[in-house]
């Protein structure tokens, strides 16, 4: 049994995935189509579902601070995770760039999501990293923001639905929170949070003060989901929080109540259980997907 590859405690980030292995991309600090990525899109796609149904909207103007670049590289060990996953609506919205060795950002998974709804979605996006902005002024029909940060864009959301999705938010909750409850007064807040409460009681006690600033000040419909980070020893939580209107947390949760729930069982009964004196031959599977990294 080895033990989570993601292991950065204590370290500032670390690159997870090489500048060569990313192609054309610069090295990432994190895997493209990890657990994280997979929980993320289906939640967004979901949301903007959810948002097109029930509001019976035209538009949507979505909102992206943190927005990363508009695809990247699939790598192996992603195109590896995502085959034993097999099924989802993760896989689905990727399906296109899937075929070409690719996956999409959250923002184009949203847009293509809501266009199969008749919905126009309207892309607004911003990041810190300038070769990154310069691939979405390629995409068609993005508005790229100039600001000074994503703090900077969030305080000034104008949006029906807005990502949160720096690599730190665990680390910098208490400037970007008071922004984001702030924003969810105008329409869907989702935040991605990378949750290392099992790595000691520094980062436990941290998420706790984090869950009790949420109740304090967020609107009144908040939903989280979560899944591990490792299907054998997770040493972290990949986890979403949707704030979002009374009405729209009512008419989504089911479905991403019942999205969660099955990536999450997929990846905690795959490691409850390991044949671990027989080949791999002989296990009569592939093993399930390589350890994960974030
Ligand atoms: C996890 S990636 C974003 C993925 C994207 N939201 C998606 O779901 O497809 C995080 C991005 O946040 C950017 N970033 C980190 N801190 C930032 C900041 N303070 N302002 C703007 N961008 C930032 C990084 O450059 C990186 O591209």
Not at 183 to 189: L, S
Not at 254 to 274: I, N
Request: with cysteine.
């Amino acid at each position: 049994v080895s033990v989570d590859s993601d292991d950065r405690e204590g370290l500032p980030w670390s690159w997870k995935v090489p500048a060569l292995e990313s192609g054309d991309q610069p090295a990432m600090l994190y895997e493209p189509g990890n657990w994280g990525d997979v929980l993320k899109g289906s939640w967004a796609v979901l949301i903007v579902e959810a948002q097109a149904k029930a509001q019976c909207r035209r538009v949507l103007r979505y909102l992206d601070p943190y927005a990363g670049s508009p695809t990247y590289p699939l790598t192996a060990a992603s195109a590896q995770r995502l085959s034993w996953l097999g099924a989802g609506r993760f896989l689905d919205a990727q399906a296109l760039w899937l075929e070409i060795g690719r996956l999409a950002s959250t923002a184009l998974l949203v847009r293509a999501a809501g266009a199969a709804c008749g919905l126009e979605v309207r892309l607004e996006v911003f990041d810190s990293d300038p070769q990154r902005r310069a691939a979405w002024c390629e995409q068609p029909g993005v508005r790229v923001l100039e600001a000074a940060n994503g703090e900077a864009v969030l305080r000034a959301a104008d949006a029906d639905m807005v990502l949160v999705d720096p690599y730190d938010f665990l680390d910098r909750w208490p400037e970007i929170l008071p922004l984001a409850v702030q924003a969810a007064q105008g329409g869907a807040v989702l935040i991605y949070l990378y949750n290392k409460s099992p790595r000691g009681s520094g980062h436990a006690r941290n998420y706790k003060r984090l869950r009790d600033a949420i109740e304090r000040t967020a609107p009144s419909g908040v939903l989280i989901g979560r899944v591990p980070s490792d299907v054998v020893l997770p040493r972290a939580f990949h986890e979403v929080i949707l704030l979002a209107p009374p009405g729209l947390a009512e008419s989504v949760r089911p479905e991403l109540l019942r999205t969660t729930k099955r990536l999450a069982c997929k990846l905690s009964t795959t490691g409850a259980f390991e044949d671990a004196g027989a080949s791999p031959k002989d296990r009569g599977s592939t093993g399930g997907p390589r350890r994960q990294r974030r």
